[in-house]
């Protein structure tokens, strides 16, 4: 174990996964602004509970995990589950980035940095799930580690989100996942200069 993961924040998170909701604009980001699904893969999505004409702002955990479970399938065939996760988790911030609040972070990103884009990553996070904490700290220049609290983890689409909001930054990224338990997961953000 990491010297950094304390034992105390293994716990899960508070709120039970019947309770949690997913905002909406999660789903319009991936969906509609990137993978733009049609044919079966949107009729999967109906499916599963996501219609993109839904007038729900916040929609079922459990929505959000079978919508991803199909895009992997439709938009990632072939690739294993958590490869295909670190892809969905990139073009989730590529379609996060046509929306108006994305528009803005994706023209600041360049100027903010690497570093002040990760420090305000938590706060970021917790607008499209509140039920999970992320506990970031610098470890050396140009690496940081991450620990996640998540009641139903999934640390290779965040990988792949923390990887895209870096490109943003102009900078080379590379994100492993070091840990997975029940309901934390532990990863190293390194970049390079581009």
Known sequence: MEPWIHPETRE??????????????????????????????????????????????????????????????????GLASEDANRVLGTHYVEGFAQTLVGRIFA???????????????????????????????????????????DADPLPDFVAGVMEQVLRRTRVLPRVDVLERAEHTYSLRIRWDEA
């Open 12 to 77: 899960a998170p508070g709120l039970p996964l019947l309770m949690v909701r997913v905002p909406r604009r999660n789903f319009e980001g991936l969906f509609e602004h990137a993978l733009r699904p049609s044919g079966p893969f949107a009729q999967a999505l109906r499916d599963v509970g996501y219609d993109p004409d839904t007038v729900e702002e916040r929609l079922p955990l459990e929505v959000w995990r079978a919508s991803l479970a199909v895009a992997r399938r439709h938009a990632c065939p």
């Open 107 to 149: 023209a600041a990103a360049p100027l903010l940095g690497a570093e002040r884009c990760l420090a305000r990553l938590p706060t970021y996070l917790r607008a499209g799930r509140e039920d999970m904490k992320l506990v970031l700290e610098p470890v050396r220049a140009r690496e940081w580690r991450a620990r996640v609290v």
